[in-house]
């Protein structure tokens, strides 16, 4: 994949380990995909599958750049419907980019877990 290709799967720059007394602690580094296209997203979530601890505090009052967890999302879909709508322009967008990622999986033969 180019440097410069637009994607919204992430890059892995390594797993580490490191020692911390008598415990081993491990750690994923990956980039950052804040660089898309922000203004294309109103609300920016980090979604695990799970709603065990997955709320922020006052998840209604949307401040810039806060980033909102999975109960959260499924709330704001219950208060308010609308703002889960895309714009056909933005649909389209957000679709040939998920092609394009998926092209990609395909080609290198791997799996993206968080497509189930």
């Not at 294309?40 to 709603?51: N, P, T």
């Not at 219950?78 to 080609?107: F, G, H, Q, Y």
């Amino acid at each position: 994949m180019s440097e410069k290709a637009k994607s919204l799967l992430c890059k892995f720059y390594g797993v580490y380990t490191f020692q911390s007394g008598n415990s081993n602690i491990h750690f994923l580094l990956m980039e950052n995909l804040e660089p898309i296209d922000n203004k294309l997203f109103k609300y920016k979530f980090d979604l695990k599958g799970s709603i065990q601890g997955r709320k922020t505090k006052d998840f209604l009052i949307n401040k810039e750049g806060k980033t909102l967890k999975d109960r959260d999302f499924l709330l704001m879909k219950k208060a308010k419907p609308t703002c889960m709508k895309l714009s056909r322009a933005v649909a389209n967008d957000l679709m040939e980019l998920i092609k394009s990622d998926l092209k990609i999986i395909e080609e290198n033969k791997l799996m993206d877990y968080s497509l189930f």
